[in-house]
C-alpha cells in the first residue's frame, strides 16, 4: 500500500517540478544599450550620472530551476552582466543549456564572444540558428572560431519549425521582415508550461509582415515586442526609413485588443518610454500596455 502511495505521490509531483518555469528580463534598451557610446544628450544624462538607470541591451531567460537550465533569446554584448545578474537571481545554480539567435545584428549576438576561449571557453553549448545566420557564424571570423573550437555548436532552424528543449518547453521559429544584411531575422514563439510567449525584439513596419500581428498576440499570453522608437522626430539628422522599426504608437493601434499581454522591449536610447513616470510610460499604462523592466521574473505555470 505504501508504494501505491509513493507512486500517486510522485505521479503528481513529477509534472509540478518540471512545471517550475520562468522568463527573466535581462535588458530593454536597443543594441547600442542605455546610455549609448557617444551620446551626451539629455536623454542619456541621467543613465551617465546614475548608473541605476542603465539599461542592458534586449534578452530574455526562460530557466527551469528544476532541471538547473536556462536558455537564452539573443546573446548581447552586455552578456557578462546579464548572466551574473541571472547568477544571483537563481543562487548560481543555473547552467547556460541554449542560445536562441534572432540575427546578426550587433546587439544580438555579440555576446557570442565570452563563450571562446579568451573568456568562458564554454563546451558545446546548443545556439539555435536559421539558415543565413548559421552561414554567417561559420564562414565569418571570429564566430568561426566558437564553432571550430566547440564553444558552440550550431542547431539549425528553419521558419516555423520546432524544438523540444524539455517535455514542458518548446520553441517555434518565425521570420520577420527586417534588415537582412547578414543574416534572416528570426522571432520565437515559446511554448513554457501553459504559457504561449513571443519574443520578437526587432522587425519592419508591422504591415510588411504576412502575418497578422494582432491575431498572433491576440492568441498568446504574452509578447515582448520591437518598441525601438517612440516618434520618427528621435533621430534628428538620420534617415528613418533605414531603421524603419514600428513607432510604438503604431504598434499600439495594431495592439489595441490585446494591450494586456504587450511588453515593449529594445528601446532606442532617445525612447522617452525608458524615463519612468515620463508622460509616454503614463500615456502606454492607462492603456493597458508596459515597458518590459531589467531584472523581472515573470512565473510561467
Known amino acids: 500500500m505504501k508504494t501505491i502511495y509513493l507512486i500517486a505521490f510522485l505521479l503528481l509531483y513529477i509534472p509540478l ?84 539567435l534572432t540575427h546578426a545584428h550587433m546587439g544580438h549576438y555579440a555576446g557570442l564572444m565570452h563563450l571562446g576561449r579568451e573568456a568562458m571557453g564554454s563546451k558545446s553549448v546548443p545556439v539555435y540558428v536559421l539558415p543565413r545566420m548559421q552561414y554567417y557564424l561559420e564562414n565569418n571570423g571570429p564566430w568561426s572560431q566558437l564553432v571550430q573550437l ?73 509578447a515582448f515586442v520591437d518598441a525601438t522608437f517612440w516618434s520618427a522626430s528621435e533621430l534628428p539628422g538620420r534617415n528613418m526609413e533605414e531603421v524603419p522599426h514600428p513607432l510604438v504608437t503604431e504598434s499600439m493601434r495594431v495592439f489595441n485588443t490585446a494591450s494586456s499581454k504587450i511588453y515593449f522591449i529594445h528601446l532606442n536610447h532617445t525612447n522617452p518610454l525608458l524615463h519612468k513616470n515620463s508622460p509616454e510610460q503614463i500615456m502606454i499604462s492607462n492603456n493597458g500596455f508596459r515597458v518590459a523592466e531589467q531584472g523581472q521574473i515573470i512565473q510561467l505555470k
Open 17 to 100: 517540478r518540471a512545471q517550475q518555469l520562468e522568463l527573466m528580463v535581462l535588458g530593454t534598451a536597443q543594441d547600442g544599450g542605455y546610455p549609448q557610446a557617444g551620446c551626451k544628450k539629455a536623454c542619456c544624462n541621467e543613465a551617465w550620472n546614475n548608473t541605476e538607470n542603465k539599461r542592458w541591451v534586449s534578452c530574455i531567460a526562460i530557466i527551469n530551476r528544476s532541471a538547473n537550465k536556462a536558455w537564452l533569446f539573443d546573446i548581447t554584448p552586455d552578456f557578462k552582466e546579464q548572466w551574473q545578474l541571472l547568477q544571483q537571481k537563481t543562487n548560481d545554480s543555473i547552467n547556460l543549456a541554449g542560445v536562441f
Open 150 to 222: 566547440r564553444n558552440i555548436q550550431l542547431i539549425p532552424m528553419t521558419a516555423d519549425s520546432t524544438k523540444e528543449l524539455m517535455n514542458d518547453l518548446k520553441v517555434i521559429a518565425l521570420t520577420v521582415p527586417h534588415r537582412d544584411e547578414f543574416s534572416e531575422t528570426a522571432a520565437f514563439i515559446i511554448h513554457a508550461g501553459v504559457k504561449r510567449i513571443l519574443y520578437l525584439p526587432d522587425i519592419d513596419k508591422w504591415e510588411k509582415w504576412k502575418t497578422d500581428a494582432s491575431a498572433l498576440v491576440n492568441n498568446l499570453d504574452m
